[in-house]
């Protein structure tokens, strides 16, 4: 439906010398009118149609469903029974320690050999095959585990037990009962703690090392219940 300008009055007016004036007149009168194009209105749903003529094809992502948890949410770490932490440590530890088949002297001045084995016992062989390397290692491994559960009064899960067996066969007995005594530490109750106290361990034969900055963020990872991909 179209509405139409009225210029009857225009044309009537319209004379030489009288131009300006009748313009002013019909302009100021109700009888001016604007011509307006009404879109059509769909009325069986009541609201616009309009369809733009598309020359490009339109990419439609997947439909994804909505999300029921806030983005910014805390959110659960992986439950003991999700993840083998055994698996984990040996695997964290082999990474950071390194396979040397003959003995040598690390960065802390202490003569190693296989997966930071300083057994001396092993140490006189002088050579250790991969295989074998493993086998004392997951050894070593039980036995400290062991330490860490008489050394720690509170109750600690697997992957909590995990960051400290890692974080004792690096450092010691003595840095462990470091960690965990005192005021507002571990066997005080504090748990987090160790995420604050474990990143200062970092330095070896007086310089930080980037191996242990890295290891202690690993073993922080494990304290907290996430893996961490070691690469």
Same mark, same amino acid.
């Given at each position: ?72 949410? $805390? ?54 095959? $991969? ?26 899960? $697997? ?36 995420? $604050? ?35």
């Amino acid at each position: 439906m179209k509405k139409f300008i009225n210029l009857s009055a225009l044309v009537a007016g319209i004379g030489i010398g009288y131009i300006g004036k009748d313009m002013t007149t019909a302009l100021a009168s109700n009888e001016h009118y604007i011509s307006v194009e009404i879109p059509s209105i769909d009325n069986s749903h009541e609201i616009e149609v309009v369809v733009p003529s598309i020359q490009q094809p339109i990419l439609v992502k997947p439909f994804a469903l909505p999300m029921l948890t806030p983005v910014n949410a $805390k959110q659960d770490p992986p439950s003991d029974q999700d993840v083998d932490w055994g698996s984990e440590l040996l695997s964290g530890v082999k990474f950071f320690e390194g396979y040397r088949a003959k003995a040598y002297t690390c960065s802390g001045g202490v003569r190693t050999i296989g997966y930071g084995c300083t057994d001396g016992s092993i140490l006189a062989k002088g050579v250790i095959t $991969k295989e074998r390397a493993t086998a004392v290692l997951k050894k070593e491994l039980k036995k400290v585990e062991q330490h860490v559960n008489n050394i720690v009064d509170v109750k600690l899960n $697997k992957h909590q037990l995990a960051a400290l067996t890692s974080f004792t066969f690096n450092c010691g007995l003595s840095n462990l009962k470091k960690l965990v005594n005192g005021s507002g530490r571990l066997n005080d109750g504090n748990y987090e703690s160790i995420s $604050k106290l474990l990143p200062q361990y970092r330095i070896a034969g007086g310089k930080v090392r980037k191996g242990l900055v890295k290891r202690r963020a690993w073993e922080v990872s494990l304290w907290r219940g996430t893996v961490l991909e070691l690469n």
